[in-house]
């Protein structure tokens, strides 16, 4: 629904003015980013449910399966949503956020929903079958996602850094929040359907309070305000579309002839921001193709087996996504290197491949080629704490900067465009991850 134009004038006239009232957006904002990245990050913590699914000795055809799930898990999820922010870049000229992300979050609790009951279904006599429907749904699942990545860090850009923030540092908790849900699950309840019932549980709750969370966002003053500042200055839809951003209808198609051609528009664009792109890449790149498809392989030297019952979730998924929150978290405290040094930043990001010799070192049981060098529990909790630390910390900080060097009605094409360089770096990340399956 359309704002009435006299409120819009207010609000376009000294945004200055216009508080965060109570910090609602903020929190919304930081929610959202919770929601966004649940597929990825309750799929992938949800390791010991997946293998009890999976595993049958009696079936030769699955028994790779559970070794190589995550592998497999990876490209279902980051490839789709490789692909769909590609298509993003187009779709944000003729279907608005709004739209985009509330068909997003809709489909992805339909589908999270049917995982629910998947988990109360004895799916052991077909294995197969539960693998194709799982890989199946996070394709879905990571479409959608994708989608409302695209939708909501474009809007978010429009706004003052710490919403950018908030919103990395939303998607860190996400993580954080999937870690202890499953670690209290396993604890509640010994069976691993069962535990992973109460799980998916906690996913669904979620995504309805960032679904309703993000759809508030349309009515109230602050966020609309920025966006409407950005959709005035833009001489696309200054006149006939100044409420784009959060019109819940599509904009007319008679208005594309008027517009500029796709590479007139994002070309200079990307000449602009490009070194903090590829440091986003190159960060997925390098975190993806180790976590969690190999940290998670590392096994303890313990013979406690409460030990080795929470080894994993503990020291591959709890440890990895604290620290990764923390780095986000410390971005608002500290910026290293300025966003004068964008190369300098992206060096940084280079210099993170030394994870890769280190952890295929740890005391992985499926390694050939690698010698067993750190064999103590500690060298994998360290090399994990410092994996997560600086993939939050220069992440967060590459998106920060690159919209800051663009005009403010640029800044939510930036945003699309950064969301697109992240995806190709997870897409990427995790088919790398496949070829260390032969190096390893």
Same mark, same amino acid.
């Given at each position: ?37 649940? #597929? +990825?990050?309750?799929?992938?913590? &949800? ?18 399966? #559970? ?6 898990l ?27 992300? %509330? ?24 294995? =197969?079958?539960? /693998?194709?429907?799982?890989?199946? %749904? ?9 989608? =409302? ?8 850009? =429009?706004? @003052? ?16 929040i &999937? ?15 069962? *535990? ?17 969370g /993000? ?7 602050? *966020?609309r305000?920025?966006?409407?500042? &950005? ?10 579309? #100044? ?8 904009? @007319?198609?008679? %208005? ?18 490009? +070194? ?9 790149v ?20 409460? +030990? ?8 591959? /998924? ?8 923390i ?7 500290l910026?290293? @290197? ?22 295929? =070192?740890?005391n ?12 103590n529990?500690?060298? #994998?909790?360290? /090399? ?18 690159? @919209? ?28 790398? %991850? ?7």
């Amino acid at each position: 629904m359309l704002v009435n134009a006299n409120e819009d004038d207010l609000l376009l006239k000294d945004t200055k003015n216009v508080k965060d009232k109570y910090h609602l957006v903020y929190f919304i904002v930081f929610f959202t980013g919770i929601g966004v990245l649940i #597929p +990825w990050n309750f799929f992938i913590t &949800a390791k010991q449910y997946f293998v009890f699914k999976l595993t049958d000795t009696g079936n030769s055809t699955a028994s790779d399966l #559970p070794y190589k799930f995550e592998n497999y898990l990876s490209i279902a999820s980051m490839v789709p949503a490789a692909i769909i922010n590609i298509l993003n870049l187009v779709l944000r000229r003729y279907i608005t956020p709004m739209r985009r992300f %509330s068909v997003g979050i809709s489909l992805m609790f339909l589908v999270f929903l049917v995982t629910l009951i998947l988990t109360k279904v004895n799916t052991q006599k077909d294995i =197969m079958s539960f /693998f194709i429907i799982t890989m199946i %749904s996070v394709v879905i699942l990571n479409t959608c996602s994708g989608i =409302m990545q695209g939708s909501s860090l474009g809007v978010i850009s =429009m706004m @003052p850094g710490r919403y950018i923030k908030g919103y990395m540092e939303g998607q860190a908790i996400g993580g954080l929040i &999937a870690s202890v849900a499953n670690i209290l699950a396993i604890v509640a309840v010994s069976s691993p359907d069962s *535990s992973a019932f109460i799980y998916f549980l906690v996913a669904l709750i979620f995504l309805l309070i960032t679904g309703i969370g /993000f759809c508030r966002l349309g009515k109230i003053k602050f *966020s609309r305000s920025y966006v409407k500042i &950005a959709n005035q200055m833009d001489n696309e839809t200054e006149d006939e579309y #100044p409420d784009i951003a959060f019109n819940t209808d599509s904009l @007319p198609l008679s %208005s594309i002839g008027n517009r500029q051609s796709f590479m007139e528009k994002y070309a200079p664009l990307v000449k602009q921001i490009y +070194w903090f792109g590829l440091t986003v890449t190159l960060e997925f790149v390098v975190t993806l193709s180790l976590f969690p498809a190999f940290s998670s392989q590392i096994v303890t030297q313990s013979n406690n087996e409460n +030990w080795k019952k929470f080894f994993t979730p503990v020291t591959c /998924f709890l440890f990895f996504n604290i620290a990764d929150y923390i780095g986000r978290y410390f971005c608002g405290i500290l910026k290293f @290197p300025s966003q004068n040094y964008p190369k300098t930043l992206f060096f940084i990001a280079l210099i993170r491949f030394i994870f890769v010799p280190l952890i295929f =070192m740890c005391n992985i049981p499926t390694r050939t080629n690698f010698p067993i060098i750190f064999y103590n529990d500690a060298y #994998p909790i360290v /090399f994990t704490i410092l994996l997560g630390l600086t993939n939050g910390y220069f992440i967060t900080l590459s998106l920060i900067y690159a @919209p800051s060097q663009v005009s403010d009605k640029e800044k939510e094409a930036v945003g699309t465009l950064m969301n697109l360089f992240l995806c190709f770096g997870l897409a990427f990340g995790v088919a790398l %991850s496949f070829v260390y399956l032969y190096i390893i």
